[in-house]
T-cell receptor
């Protein structure tokens, strides 16, 4: 069965520091891959997605993610974190033929220290 | 403003009392879906709809019903709510199922006592 693992439940970084959030997936073929962000009391917002092609994907808000097939990973990165980036981040995968279903990881909560 | 609107945002109800959570999108999206979010479990799909009058079950459909009579609306119905349906619910829409650029609503926090 497909699954998504986000190993870090909670991460704290200092403002201005770099960030990497980990995501590993279990899947037989290359899935479609996504990162979403959820601010407190809000719905989820799509940061970026990977379907095929260039394995380094640029998203909104200065985020990027790199697909590594050999490691079954799709880690999210940002070179310099801002206090407004504090939120919960979800990695998700899809096979593309399951009625649009996304399989979500459990989420990583990001705190930003001043 | 392009958006998905859910109502109500918060709801406390009693076991067995039928309720409906409404979802409406103003983007002419074909695809709509309902998810529930529970601590430690992430988001799980309840139902989805690829277009008007086309709906299908997701991973956790038990205890829920949906309908898609109009393109813009996709209500979630709990005929006889139970405490295990206490959760945070999200409606999402996308131009087409292949797009996956979902727009999510702000969520409905439901408590069943």
């Amino acid at each position: 069965a497909q699954s998504v693992t986000q190993p870090d439940i909670h991460i704290t970084v200092s403002e201005g520091a770099s960030l990497e959030l980990r995501c590993n997936y279990s899947y037989g073929a290359t899935p479609y891959l996504f990162w979403y962000v959820q601010s407190p009391g809000q719905g989820l917002q799509l940061l970026l997605k990977y379907f095929s092609g260039d394995t380094l994907v640029q998203g909104i808000k200065g985020f990027e993610a790199e697909f590594k097939r050999s490691q079954s990973s799709f880690n999210l990165r940002k070179p310099s974190v801002h206090w407004s980036d504090a939120a919960e981040y979800f990695c998700a995968v899809s096979r593309g033929n399951q009625g649009g279903k996304l399989i979500f990881g459990q989420g990583t909560e990001l705190s930003v220290k001043p | 403003e392009a958006q998905v609107t859910q109502n109500p945002r918060y709801l406390i109800t009693v076991t067995g009392k039928k309720l409906t959570v409404t979802c409406s999108q103003n983007m002419n999206h074909e695809y709509m879906s309902w998810y529930r979010q529970d601590p430690g479990l992430g988001l799980r799909q309840i139902y989805y709809s690829m277009n008007v009058e086309v709906t299908d079950k997701g991973d956790v459909p038990e205890g829920y019903k949906v309908s898609r009579k109009e393109k813009r609306n996709f209500p979630l119905i709990l005929e006889s709510p139970s405490p295990n349906q206490t959760s945070l619910y999200f409606c999402a829409s996308s131009p087409q199922v292949q797009d996956y650029g979902y727009t999510f609503g702000s969520g409905t926090r439901l408590t069943v006592v």
